[in-house]
């Protein structure tokens, strides 16, 4: 069994995850992913023995339409996914990654360059193993993007990825994952 064919296996845990991944994948928005915590931290728990769904405080669905970059045309595509999954039990943070570089600065202190895909904003997810996103395809495929593979994500190793988040970023975010799980082995900020 591949990395990806288990990161399937594994993330069908998560009944709710599999609920957004269809009926998201019925709107048809451009490059778009379920990703980071909802998919990493489904996989945490299922690894640990807990609830597949414990602990994710959200789940985070990107896409990237580069065609429109007002915050108006984002706001649409968030209310149409908010109706969509209006009846699940979680919020469902909808963000369009052509528009990151607008505001990443004021919030994080370092400039950004703009995404070309979405893909490229997985790619600079502050941890390695948090990399990931998942989607289903028209024809009901499962498609990945895990640029670094599912090495760290599978072993609890959470390692920086120092392509964009400053350090504070991910000092935070490590420690509030391993307060949740344990387990996890924080490597330090070179």
Known sequence: MT???????????NEI???VLDRV?????????????????????VLTGREATRGIKDYDL??????????????RVIRMVGAACE????????RNEAR???WYEGKFGI?????????????AFP??????????????????????????????VVRPNRVLAPREVYERKAARWQSQWPQLKVQPWP
């Open 3 to 13: 990395d990806l064919e288990r990161l399937r296996n594994v993330l069908e845990h």
């Open 87 to 94: 009846d699940l039990p979680v919020e469902v943070e909808v």
């Open 100 to 102: 990151v570089h607008l």
């Open 111 to 123: 400039p950004c360059r703009p995404f070309a895909t979405t893909e490229q904003a997985i790619d």
């Open 62 to 75: 990107f896409y990237h339409d580069s065609r429109d970059l007002g915050w108006e045309a984002e706001d």
């Open 127 to 156: 941890a390695i193993c948090s990399c990931v996103g998942v989607r289903i395809e028209r024809d009901g495929h499962w498609h990945f993007h895990a640029p670094h593979g599912c090495g760290d994500l599978f072993a609890l």
């Open 17 to 19: 995850l599999v609920e």
């Open 25 to 45: 994948r019925r709107l048809e928005l451009p490059q778009w992913y379920p990703t980071a915590g909802c998919a990493v931290q489904t996989v945490w728990n």
